[in-house]
């Protein structure tokens, strides 16, 4: 049998006998469909999402950059709250917010004096 490489999930969907069908497609367009047990396809999440972090983890790394940010506090805990674009907001202690406060505060001070860099 020649092995199938799948680029791509085109299409999910569960059957009335408690199973899981995937169907891939390979790079020319041949698709393939796999049907599991629905037990089978559980036990496959932890296995997908270990490989799945190894993969993130390996890849390149990009430094974002917010659009917006925002900063405020829990309206019933002593949590200060840290905003970036839409992603949920981040919750802090009071102590560790102030350590990131200092922390930001020198790193910006040690950026700021440092030359800009020359343009090749």
Do not use: C
């Not at 969907?13 to 790079?27: M, P």
């Not at 506090?73 to 949590?79: F, G, I, N, P, Q």
């Not at 930001?104 to 440092?114: I, L, P, Q």
């Amino acid at each position: 049998m020649a092995e199938f490489v799948a680029q791509a999930l085109v299409e999910t969907k569960t059957t009335e006998r408690n199973r899981v069908q995937l169907t891939f497609a390979d790079a020319r367009g041949v698709k393939q469909t796999v049907t599991l047990p629905m037990r089978l396809a559980a036990d496959l999440v932890p296995v997908l999402a270990a490989i799945s972090d190894a993969a993130t983890q390996a890849g390149p790394r990009f430094t974002r950059s917010p659009k917006a940010l925002a900063v405020g506090r829990a309206e019933h805990e002593r949590l200060v709250l840290l905003k970036f674009d839409d992603d949920p907001p981040y919750a802090l202690e009071p102590d560790r917010a102030e350590d990131l406060w200092r922390e930001v505060r020198e790193e910006a001070e040690f950026v700021a004096s440092m030359k800009a860099p020359a343009i090749q």
